[in-house]
């Protein structure tokens, strides 16, 4: 039985949130998928990574490998690794995670417009008000 397999056995309880998709932040703009693999890759095998390109995006990316120990080991490892002088935020990608906070701010901007509808109505009434009352 060799190290890998009995790794596996021993983590056979990975926390819920534990995945083979990572997101990671906080990396250099100018790191190339080519320095990717290499800081990742000494972690299992890495089945794809997509670096961030757009203006909202740079900086970022996702590290997908073919076993969720591996990613596990890397999240271990490389949260907080400094990488030309900044400190890898390596995360699970939690997809509704993303969609529940995204949902979290439609809804604040939904309340903010409903705010702003109630006080124009408020001035409406007390501007007519104080026309009948003078």
């Known amino acids: ?11 056979s309880r990975l926390p819920p949130e534990v995945n083979r998709i990572l997101y990671v932040r906080n990396l250099p703009f100018k790191i190339t ?5 290499d800081i990742f890759g000494k972690y299992g095998a890495v089945h ?4 961030g390109d757009k203006k909202d995006t740079r900086g970022t990316a996702f590290v997908v ?3 969720i120990y591996d990613a596990k080991a890397a ?3 490389l949260s907080g690794f400094n990488v030309c002088g900044r400190y890898l935020v390596v995360l699970y990608y939690q997809p509704e995670k993303i969609k529940r906070k995204a949902d979290t701010e439609q ?11 109630i006080q124009a109505k408020k001035a409406a009434l ?9």
């Open 65 to 67: 490998y073919e076993d």
């Open 33 to 37: 998928g080519e320095e990717m693999y």
């Open 75 to 77: 999240v271990d490892h």
């Open 48 to 51: 794809q990574i997509r670096l």
């Open 107 to 117: 809804k604040k901007r939904e309340i903010e417009e409903l705010r702003r509808q």
């Open 126 to 134: 007390e501007g007519g008000d104080g026309d009948g009352d003078a």
């Open 1 to 11: 039985m060799d190290t890998y397999s009995g790794r596996r056995h021993t983590n």
